[in-house]
């Protein structure tokens, strides 16, 4: 089992930035890709950014690409998500999660194991 707590959600204006955080406990050895997720409102879970297992490979969501920037520190078994020039549209709930099975991916329904999730709210 892998427990997923994730941090540093809030309040914030149109164009600031937010750092959010993700600790790994449990059973935290071995390969696994990491993610972030997020969900709006009245809509579907969806990608946001994913982190391979040596931090060498990152992918992101089209709508994120150039603002945010997923990170990952082994030793410390966490994983960050910089998000920059935020906008309304970013309002949402952020899952952090991890997929023990692969090296990296970017589906949902790879990851076996969610974060219970930290509100991000962007105002206009």
């Known amino acids: 089992q892998v427990q997923l707590v994730e941090s540093g959600g809030g309040l914030v204006q149109a164009g600031g930035s937010l750092r959010l955080s993700c600790a790994a406990s449990?059973?935290?050895?071995?390969?696994?890709?990491m993610g972030w997720f997020r969900q709006a409102p009245g809509k579907e879970r969806e990608f946001v950014a994913a982190?391979?297992?040596?931090?060498?490979?990152?992918g992101y969501a089209d709508s994120v690409k150039g603002r945010f920037t997923i990170s990952r520190d082994k030793a410390k078994n966490t994983v960050y998500l910089q998000m920059n020039s935020l906008k309304a549209e970013d309002t949402a709930v952020y899952y952090c999660?991890?997929?023990?099975?692969?090296?990296?991916?970017?589906?949902?329904?790879?990851?076996?194991?969610w974060g219970q999730g930290t509100q991000v709210t962007v105002s206009s």
């Open positions: 999660a991890a997929d023990p099975r692969r090296d990296y991916s970017g589906h949902s329904t790879d990851y076996d194991y």
């Open positions: 449990g059973r935290t050895f071995g390969r696994y890709a």
């Open positions: 982190i391979s297992w040596s931090g060498s490979y990152t």
